[in-house]
């Protein structure tokens, strides 16, 4: 694009971060809105695969996350049963001759302060507690109404509001988020000097994660099937997370009996956005969780929120006309989210329909291809980025 933009971003978290740093570096003039009074994340951890990881490098925020998180020694994730017997290792990818680790784990509160720095040193202008409560938008603009009664007029206006997003509404987008029937149970825990690994316990319709957070930290996460509309009084949640996995033996044992009122716990109701194409309606853009929310069973929204940011630098750089820009961000990232979206479903779906009894079959199966698994992703990503980069580059 041969001119800076005046651009808006509705949301502060990691798709609105990060569009706001890959597009205050491409020399646009960035506003961030966020509706919180100040930045709080209800998220005890996160892990970052290499494709993440590729994106965060790009946005110069890789070496300060890294360093204020976990990286998983060679890319292991080894698996067990839910009493503690080992199944298989899997090895995961590590781009650029092992420069770029291959999983990482953070806190997500860590990340974002890494995030929000860089916001910060960009001297990007943000309004918190500020919501947008009128778009109207003609050929030339968007005029903003937000919710101080203040007004302004931009290029174009990124929705980065998550799966509830207000704004995707607020282009006549008639689309709820689909709850997916799972709930994920996380908490937050000091971390033995010798767990290093990605933990994964494979139990009967149920799964139990162990990750690395930091030197000192880890974060567990238990997934399960879950009823629709099912509350739980956070006061609740250590006993309840207790007896959903009381099961579990072997590396979660010990981090499931020390859960109490003190544990830094978190429950969420897994839900989806499945969006068709187009993601913007004139000068309007969705991105991250509010056009494509996933579950969480590939540990990929993350990745697929940052890498949004960076193609859409990209896009805006190679095209003069905002419109085709826009289409053109849509049809490269549209199917990389649509291939990892399945991808999780099925992988989740697939663990629901287990049921307690012999299991050996199951596990013999991952001995034979969980490896194959990983590496058949991953190609397949690559594959499918690769396509979206050739289709930028010969744009324009």
């Known amino acids: 694009m041969t001119k800076s933009l005046d651009i808006l971003i509705i949301g502060g978290g990691i798709a609105g971060c990060c569009a706001a740093i890959a597009l205050s570096d491409q020399g646009h003039r960035v506003k961030i809105v966020e509706k919180q009074t100040e930045w709080r994340f ?25 360093a204020a998180g976990f990286a998983v020694p060679h890319g292991r994730n080894t698996y067990f049963d839910h009493h503690g017997a080992p199944i298989v290792e899997t090895r995961y990818p590590t781009p650029d001759q092992d420069r770029i680790p291959a999983i990482l784990g953070i806190k997500r509160a860590e990340m974002h302060r890494v995030m929000a720095a ?16 009128r778009i109207e938008q003609d050929a030339s603009g968007v005029d903003v109404t937000f919710s101080d009664e203040t007004q302004g ?8 509001d998550g799966v509830r997003s207000k704004t995707r509404a607020q282009i006549g987008v008639e689309l709820s988020p689909r709850y997916t029937g799972f709930g994920v149970w ?6 033995p000097a010798d767990l290093t ?16 957070i930091s030197d000192d930290k880890l974060y567990t996460f238990g997934t399960m099937a879950e009823p629709a509309g099912a509350f739980y009084p956070p006061e609740t949640w250590p006993t309840e997370m207790q007896a959903r996995f009381a099961e579990f033996a072997g590396p979660a044992r010990a981090f499931l009996e020390e859960l109490g009122p003190e544990t830094e716990l978190l429950y969420t109701a897994v839900e989806e956005v499945v969006m068709p194409l187009p993601w ?5 853009l969705l991105i991250g969780d509010a056009a494509h929310a996933s579950t969480p069973f590939m540990g990929q929204g993350g990745a697929m929120a940052m890498q949004d940011a960076v193609v859409l630098a990209q896009a805006l750089g190679r095209f003069d006309e905002l419109g085709a ?12 989210c649509e291939f990892v979206q399945n991808v999780s479903r099925a992988v989740g779906e697939s663990g629901a329909e287990e049921i307690d009894g012999d299991l050996e079959p199951r596990n013999a199966r991952m001995r034979e291809t ?18 979206g980069d050739a289709q930028l580059r010969s744009a324009g």
């Not at 913007?280 to 309007?284: K, L, S, T």
């Open 325 to 336: 820009a826009l289409t053109a961000f849509g049809k490269v990232r549209y199917p990389v």
């Open 153 to 160: 007029r931009f290029d174009l206006v990124v929705g980065a």
């Open 42 to 66: 209800q998220s005890s951890g996160i892990f970052v695969y290499a494709n993440g990881l590729v994106s965060l490098d790009a946005l110069g925020l890789m070496d300060d996350i890294v």
């Open 370 to 387: 969980a490896q194959s698994a990983v590496d058949g992703f991953y190609t397949k990503l690559d594959a499918l980025n690769a396509a």
């Open 280 to 284: 913007h309606a004139g000068r309007v």
């Open 197 to 212: 690994d990605k933990i994964m316990m494979m139990g009967p319709a149920k799964r139990f994660g162990i990750m690395p």
């Open 118 to 133: 860089r916001v910060s040193a960009l001297d990007v202008p943000l309004s918190l507690g500020t919501t947008v409560e």
């Open 186 to 191: 996380r908490s937050v825990h000091t971390r």
